[in-house]
């Protein structure tokens, strides 16, 4: 699982240190959140799902939303990192297209599910929800965007474009050959999308 490790539910009354606790708590969340979605979901779903009585749960976590949020902000925050460190893995321009698409690829199928609470989510009307979406989107555009303008001299509005453009595919055809049952085997699907990627991005000159 993204960010957070695969929990089992453990007989009630285990005793856990509390940083402990919360991740095992995070963990039986996102499994319910994932499954069933945020409506549909009941803390009492998350509770017997990790084991514990529903006074501790709401010892961490004041309610649903808070917990669905701190799920949220994890998981915003490992695509981040991901795109980051893909961008940061080396200096050839072509690879870094091709580790940025795998970053993504990698992302969504992750069988912990993640991906699903950040571009899935069935509470997009929740103003909170909304901007931690919206500013992933933008954080990830914006690392890939820095490099763009550094290497073409383009200005920013014109970088973060087609850096909004690259992540915007990069998210989508991941999502789609998720969906399609990974028909093509991950390695090659990120690979295609990255050629076509790369075909795009390099008839911008280095400057």
Same mark, same amino acid.
């Given at each position: 699982m993204t960010a957070i490790e695969r929990t089992e539910a453990r007989p009630r009354g285990t005793r856990l240190p509390r940083r402990a606790r919360r991740n095992q708590l995070l963990g039986a969340a996102q499994e319910v959140f994932v499954a069933q979605g945020y409506?549909?979901?009941?803390m009492d779903d998350i509770?017997?799902?990790a084991g514990v009585s529903k006074p501790v749960l709401y010892q961490h976590f004041p309610g649903k939303l808070d917990l669905y949020l701190a799920l949220l902000d994890q998981h915003c925050d490992? *695509? *981040?990192?991901?795109?980051?460190?893909? *961008?940061?893995s080396t200096s050839d321009n072509k690879h870094r297209?091709? +580790?940025?698409?795998?970053a993504y690829f990698a992302y969504?199928?992750?069988?912990?599910?993640?991906?699903?609470l950040v571009f899935e989510s069935d509470l997009t009307?929740?103003?909170?929800?909304?901007?931690r979406v919206e500013k992933v989107s933008v954080d990830c555009a914006e690392a890939v965007s820095e490099v763009i303008a550094e290497d073409t001299k383009l200005p920013r509005e014109q970088s973060m474009l087609l850096a909004m453009g690259l992540c915007g595919m990069a998210?989508?055809?991941?999502?789609?050959? *998720?969906?399609?049952?990974?028909?093509?085997?991950?390695? +090659?699907?990120a690979k295609l999308i990255s050629s076509l990627s790369w075909r795009g991005i390099a008839g911008f000159p280095m400057q």
């Open positions: 409506h549909a979901a009941a509770a017997d799902r490992a *695509l *981040l990192q991901s795109v980051r460190a893909a *961008l940061e297209v091709a +580790a940025t698409m795998d969504v199928e992750d069988e912990g599910g993640a991906f699903r009307n929740e103003p909170a929800v909304r901007e998210q989508i055809t991941a999502r789609f050959w *998720l969906s399609s049952g990974r028909q093509i085997p991950r390695d +090659a699907a």
